[in-house]
């Protein structure tokens, strides 16, 4: 293995406040960093730096952690431009939603499905997304969810089983039934393929009971729980996720005073995800007032065809600081190490000794930039497991 020393960094988050000015974010100024194979070896100021093979001159740019992306649905086929365009023009429309992606998914190749994922993270690789996870849930059938997760585990170790994310058409008469398959054999076949289980706990989709069987029956299989939650209007979600102890409740969108309590004193974090507002015209969440209950807060970019078409996590953090309250660095760190405690992760979402080597380089002098300059194309360069990649 090879030594790399980027020097010259303006401004390096390394998001462990051991380091630096002692902030969350841990920053340091005029600052290097060394790459030891897979691994970052050492941070310090530039003037410190230990001998490596090679040198990369940062030139003044600042360096952040590879942006980790905790919730997206990448294994899907089709299109739902006409459903956007209607809803942004204000018409309305009588498309089937999910159901019209779980037909498109269905009828899809594997090698369709699969080039469609790698499109996707190609897409979020380049504007500096080094960690992801995805679900199934748009097949919603024995085969096409267990096919979904085989698909989704060739690009990512984060695989989510997402049966419950709505009742499959052809059980609209048997809710109760579904639940059954999902629980079942559906369980059965997919469990193999994932690490995680998840249900859209929501009027419309999953109530309490429902949900609360799902995920019990994944975790007996050894699946490990997440949530969505509290999107569309308030419910259980949340104050489920807290209970089982889910990693994330994600979306968060309408929350009382006590599933605040509960996240405040819990050990899940809420997934912000900012992009299905943004897609939606619906109410954003208020991240200051979840910040402020003392809870974990991620951002992720919930890339969908449906409510949240989107791959950039730099996009994400523009929007949670303009319009969800949150300050840029606190919007950085939960792209980031926020992310990261979604996935339960210690080993990426930072930059300091022995966590995986993977970088940012921003064509800008700080990370303030993210929100500072939204929509320009920022990321100068991409280091993944030690290896520069873009």
Same mark, same amino acid.
């Given at each position: 293995?090879?030594t790399t020393a980027?020097?010259?960094?303006?401004?390096?988050?390394?998001?462990?406040?051991s380091?630096?000015?002692?902030?969350?974010l841990?920053?340091i100024?005029?600052?290097?960093?060394?790459?030891?194979?897979?691994r970052v070896a050492?941070?310090? @100021?530039?003037g410190?730096?230990p001998?490596?093979d090679?040198?990369?001159d940062?030139g003044g740019r600042a360096v952040i952690p590879?942006?980790?992306?905790?919730h997206?649905?990448l294994?899907?086929a089709g299109?739902?431009?006409a459903e956007f365009?209607?809803?942004?023009?204000g018409r309305? +429309?009588?498309?089937?939603g999910?159901?019209t992606?779980v037909?498109?998914t269905r009828?899809?190749?594997?090698?369709?499905l699969?080039?469609n *994922?790698?499109r996707h993270?190609?897409?979020?690789l380049?504007?500096?997304?080094?960690?992801?996870e995805?679900?199934s849930g748009?097949g919603?059938?024995?085969?096409?969810e267990?096919?979904a997760?085989r698909?989704a585990a060739?690009?990512t170790d984060e695989?989510?089983?997402?049966? /419950?994310h709505?009742?499959a058409p052809? +059980?609209?008469?048997?809710?109760a039934? +579904?639940?059954g398959?999902?629980t079942?054999?559906?369980l059965?076949a997919?469990?193999?393929?994932?690490?995680w289980?998840d249900v859209?706990? @929501?009027?419309?989709?999953f109530?309490?009971?429902?949900a609360?069987?799902?995920?019990t029956a994944?975790?007996?299989?050894?699946?490990?729980?997440r949530?969505?939650?509290?999107?569309?209007?308030?419910?259980?979600?949340?104050?489920?996720a *807290?209970e089982?102890?889910a990693a994330?409740?994600?979306?968060?969108?309408?929350?009382d005073d006590?599933?605040?309590?509960?996240?405040?004193?819990?050990?899940?974090v809420?997934t912000?995800?900012?992009?299905?507002?943004?897609?939606t015209r /619906?109410?954003w969440?208020?991240a200051?007032r979840?910040?402020d209950a003392g /809870?974990?807060?991620a951002?992720?970019?919930?890339?969908?065809?449906?409510s949240?078409y989107?791959?950039?996590m730099?996009?994400?953090?523009?929007?949670?600081?303009r319009?969800?309250?949150?300050?840029?660095d606190e919007?950085?760190w939960?792209?980031t190490?926020?992310?990261?405690a979604?996935?339960?992760?210690?080993?990426?979402g930072?930059v300091s000794?022995g966590?995986r080597?993977?970088l940012?380089?921003?064509?800008?002098p700080s990370?303030v930039?993210?929100? +500072?300059?939204p929509g320009v194309?920022l990321?100068?360069?991409?280091?993944?497991r030690?290896?520069r990649v873009v």
């Amino acid at each position: 293995m090879t030594t790399t020393a980027i020097t010259h960094i303006a401004n390096l988050v390394t998001n462990d406040p051991s380091l630096g000015d002692g902030t969350p974010l841990g920053l340091i100024r005029d600052a290097a960093v060394v790459i030891d194979g897979d691994r970052v070896a050492w941070t310090g @100021e530039s003037g410190d730096v230990p001998a490596a093979d090679t040198a990369v001159d940062a030139g003044g740019r600042a360096v952040i952690p590879g942006f980790v992306d905790s919730h997206s649905h990448l294994v899907f086929a089709g299109d739902r431009t006409a459903e956007f365009n209607a809803r942004m023009s204000g018409r309305p +429309y009588s498309a089937g939603g999910i159901r019209t992606t779980v037909a498109a998914t269905r009828g899809a190749s594997d090698e369709e499905l699969s080039d469609n *994922v790698a499109r996707h993270l190609a897409e979020a690789l380049g504007q500096g997304t080094t960690t992801f996870e995805t679900k199934s849930g748009y097949g919603l059938t024995v085969e096409d969810e267990a096919r979904a997760l085989r698909i989704a585990a060739r690009h990512t170790d984060e695989v989510t089983f997402l049966g /419950a994310h709505i009742v499959a058409p052809e +059980y609209a008469d048997d809710p109760a039934g +579904y639940v059954g398959l999902v629980t079942g054999p559906m369980l059965d076949a997919c469990a193999p393929h994932a690490r995680w289980v998840d249900v859209f706990c @929501e009027r419309g989709a999953f109530d309490e009971d429902q949900a609360r069987a799902v995920l019990t029956a994944g975790m007996a299989k050894g699946l490990q729980p997440r949530v969505h939650a509290n999107q569309l209007g308030h419910g259980p979600g949340v104050r489920l996720a *807290v209970e089982l102890g889910a990693a994330s409740a994600d979306h968060c969108t309408h929350l009382d005073d006590a599933d605040l309590d509960a996240l405040g004193q819990g050990e899940t974090v809420a997934t912000l995800l900012p992009g299905a507002e943004f897609s939606t015209r /619906a109410a954003w969440p208020d991240a200051r007032r979840i910040l402020d209950a003392g /809870a974990t807060v991620a951002l992720s970019t919930d890339c969908n065809p449906g409510s949240s078409y989107t791959s950039s996590m730099p996009f994400c953090v523009a929007l949670a600081v303009r319009d969800m309250g949150m300050t840029p660095d606190e919007a950085l760190w939960s792209a980031t190490a926020g992310g990261a405690a979604a996935l339960r992760r210690t080993d990426v979402g930072r930059v300091s000794p022995g966590a995986r080597a993977d970088l940012v380089m921003l064509d800008a002098p700080s990370h303030v930039h993210l929100a +500072y300059r939204p929509g320009v194309p920022l990321v100068r360069a991409v280091w993944r497991r030690g290896e520069r990649v873009v």
